[in-house]
């Protein structure tokens, strides 16, 4: 039967139905006294042989450090024997948003309030990366209050907060993050995400990293995308956190008035062997359903003023090419 060793002396398999013993003959038994099978084609050496080695050698390195591990892999690891393997774990992310003007969602709308969209973009962001999210809610804009929320989520390994990072007499996350921790940069020349700011918090022994994200929802999600993804991937042992880059032809316009490096949110379209790139629509960073129908950034580096129609330029895919 399939799998069974190779007797000595045999190079060659011949499959059951190449035989009379398909003619209605019990499984073992031969035809007739004499012992002997009808074979109706011919046998070459090496047919229906599987070789030792010829899927895994021995010394050779099957599944390397930093392999995510999918369904062929775990046969692979499940064909050796192995019952288990040394993984990362997936890292919790903890999700803070903060200010006095937030709602939860599901709350009855209030004037000059807004729902909490940022936790839970980035909640499912944190998942599509490979970790698990935990929302802390909504701090509000006092230092007694965010302080408590933060110490909340020391016990992840990653803490990650919104908004409170900018230049406003309530923006009091980083005053936090200095007095509680400690910051490593603020601020980075990009749009939309200037106001971002990095650093450390120390409890029980440990270190956990704090990424505080601006609070603008597009700023949010687009600034996690460049600096907490790589970072959720490294945690992860995981090596190819780049997304796929692709050369584009601008379709609209792309003004960059500031000397940053603009991202704009854009589908990108397989058109008559080219890739195309047109905006979703304004650009404003509190303008979230531009996020929601784009499956790219399309770059405009610091040093250009604008990107014309008909220009070429770099569009990192955050989703598959839609195809015209």
Not at 5 to 13: M, N, R, W
Request: glycine share 12%.
């Amino acid at each position: 039967m399939t799998g069974a060793p190779i007797p000595d002396g045999a190079d060659s398999v011949v499959p059951f139905e190449e035989t009379d013993e398909r003619e209605g003959r019990s499984p073992g038994a031969f035809t007739g006294s004499s012992g002997s099978v009808g074979v109706f084609k011919a046998a070459r050496p090496g047919n229906n042989v599987r070789l030792a080695g010829e899927d895994i050698k021995a010394g050779e390195t099957v599944l390397r450090s930093g392999t995510e591990l999918h369904a062929a892999q775990i046969g692979v690891l499940a064909s050796l024997g192995r019952p288990t393997v040394n993984v990362y774990r997936r890292p919790v992310v903890a999700i803070l948003s903060t200010g006095d003007e937030l709602l939860e969602v599901g709350q009855p709308h209030e004037p000059g309030r807004i729902y909490d969209a940022n936790s839970y973009g980035v909640a499912a962001l944190v998942s599509e990366a490979g970790a698990i999210p935990k929302r802390l809610g909504i701090a509000k804009d006092t230092v007694e209050d965010l302080t408590a929320k933060i110490h909340q989520g020391l016990d992840a390994d990653l803490l990650i907060t919104s908004a409170g990072v900018s230049r406003g007499d309530y923006d009091i996350v980083k005053d936090v993050l200095m007095r509680e921790g400690q910051i490593d940069f603020w601020t980075v020349r990009m749009k939309p995400g200037k106001p971002l700011a990095f650093g450390t918090f120390r409890s029980g022994g440990r270190l956990i990293p704090h990424l505080g994200l601006p609070g603008n929802p597009v700023s949010s999600m687009v600034t996690f995308e460049l600096f907490g993804r790589p970072a959720l991937y490294k945690m992860m042992g995981r090596s190819a956190w780049e997304r796929p880059t692709l050369r584009v032809v601008v379709e609209d316009r792309v003004a960059n008035t500031d000397g940053r490096r603009f991202l704009a949110r854009a589908i990108v379209r397989e058109r008559d062997g080219r890739y195309h790139a047109g905006l979703t629509g304004p650009q404003g960073s509190g303008i979230l359903t531009s996020m929601a129908l784009a499956n790219a950034l399309v770059v405009c580096p610091e040093d250009v003023p604008a990107l014309e129609p008909g220009d070429e330029a770099d569009a990192i895919m955050l989703g598959p090419v839609v195809k015209d």
